[in-house]
């Protein structure tokens, strides 16, 4: 692969400055990344934090905001892209052949957030992952010169297994911002509405739910496990740690008794430590 070009090396460090400050479970450019991908992953993580921190942060007009972010994306594949991020972007895709839709479909899931707040059932959960957390995993694989659909619907299991375990993670955060990523049906199944779900208690009813979620998250979890024989160590490990870490998230629910809203399950240090471990050792 050839190096980065003098003219974006300031454009790439930018991302990977980016990438290094931002804490997720796991670190975004681990050592089980090759050394040659490690400014694409930045760039690409560069994109998508920006296009969250849109839809989430941003003080002003958000939907005009993102309208930008897609004009800048538009730039990446037509002219010239006017700042860093999207001029490191630029080189990413042209060397690695990237496809616009999981990129857009970014923006998509970002626009949705500014006028929808609740999901009537699992399918709708599940489409709005299709567009919020599945493109990352599609353009991780297309780094490693994966397009193919098989491994790209294997992706997609584990890409919404953790954003379903980080959302199960978040609920009391995501209910003091007005967000509710529960199903109705399925709080409704359990006993519960999403109004009792809205005052932030928990009650058996909500529990039961959340169980409930956390055992389909785990069986998107197995599913998606099926891709990691198929690609090779560097990439094998990369997919093994993330799907470690939210797996290790849905075991915090479960010791705490599936009740995220009094408290929000933390994967520690030294659990990170082993995961890492646990990864390298691995076959």
Known sequence: ????PVALQADFAACQALA??????????????????RPHFAAIYAYCRGVDDIGDEFEGDRL?????????LTLCYTGTPETPEFRA?????????????????????????????????WEDLLDYCRYSANPVGRMVLGL???QDEYRQTLSDCTCTALQIANHLQDISRDVVRGRYYVPIEDLERFGSSLAEYRTGVIT??????????????????????????????????????YRYGGEAVLRALEQQNYDSLSHRPVV?????????????FKP
């Open 204 to 241: 058996e009813a909500i529990r039961a739910c959340i169980r409930h979620e956390v055992e389909r998250t785990w069986e998107l979890f197995r599913r998606g496990a099926d891709l990691e024989p198929t690609v090779p160590k560097r990439l094998r490990m990369q997919l093994r740690l």
């Open 89 to 121: 972007l630029q080189h990413t895709i042209r060397q690695f052949d990237l496809p616009r839709q999981p990129f857009d479909d970014l923006i998509e899931a970002n626009r949705r957030d500014q006028h929808q707040s609740t999901y009537d059932t």
């Open 144 to 146: 490693f010169g994966y």
């Open 1 to 4: 692969m050839s190096t980065i």
């Open 268 to 280: 520690s240090t030294g659990k990170k430590v082993r995961i890492a471990c646990k990864t390298l």
């Open 20 to 37: 290094s400050t931002h804490y997720e479970n796991f670190s975004v450019l681990s050592m089980f990344i090759p050394r040659a991908l």
């Open 64 to 72: 005009k905001a993102l309208d930008e972010w897609a004009h800048q």
